[in-house]
């Protein structure tokens, strides 16, 4: 009982350490004309839910609840933050090359269709986020019809990303 005692003693004093581990909670700062929706001139449905189900993980703009300022859920919060924006960061699109914005351009749909994306434990702590299947479809659509309707950019894009894959 003694040893319990200790143990359970040793658990709080830890929880109560990993408190002070810092965690950067800073949005770095934003570039309106660089943002994915304004580059792309989205529909107002696309750009409400990519806000809505998207933006918190892959965007400068993320949001933080207030369980992100208690460890360890924090960390778990800031390391989906980082590799989310690591991956594809709306906020800087119109500065991201040509390779990478196909690429994302490709892989969202697919990540909406195979409801990897929002993350599920995201979903769990936001259930405004959770995408039905009509939104699904309106998002999947947009992006499969190239996610762009300032057609100047497609082209561009599309003339870029061929001489890159000449190179292949
Ligand atoms: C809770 C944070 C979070 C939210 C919300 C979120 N993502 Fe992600 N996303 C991540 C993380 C973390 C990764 C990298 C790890 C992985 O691929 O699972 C990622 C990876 C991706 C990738 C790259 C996939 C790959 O295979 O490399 C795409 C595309 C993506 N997300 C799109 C989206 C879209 C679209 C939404 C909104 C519908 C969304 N994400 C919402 C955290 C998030």
Request: glycine share 4%; charged share 25%; hydrophobic share 35%.
């Amino acid at each position: 009982m003694k040893l319990l005692k200790r143990i359970g003693l040793l658990l709080l004093l830890l929880a109560i350490a990993i408190q002070f581990v810092p965690v950067n909670r800073t949005n770095p700062a934003l570039d309106p004309n660089q943002d994915y929706l304004k580059v792309s001139a989205a529909p107002a449905e696309v750009a409400r839910l990519l806000k809505a189900s998207c933006y918190d993980c892959h965007s400068n703009e993320s949001k933080y609840p207030w369980y992100a300022y208690v460890a360890p859920v924090s960390f778990l919060v800031q390391n989906h933050i980082q590799e989310g924006r690591s991956k594809v960061n709306f906020s800087t699109w119109g500065n991201s090359s040509a390779h990478d914005q196909s690429e994302a351009l490709e892989e969202i749909p697919e990540t909406i269709a195979e409801g990897e994306m929002p993350l599920w434990d995201y979903n769990l702590m936001h259930p405004e986020a959770k995408l039905s299947e009509a939104e699904k479809g309106t998002l999947i659509d947009w992006f499969n019809q190239g996610g762009n309707s300032a057609e100047k950019s497609i082209s561009k894009r599309e003339n870029e990303y061929e001489g890159e894959h000449d190179e292949d």
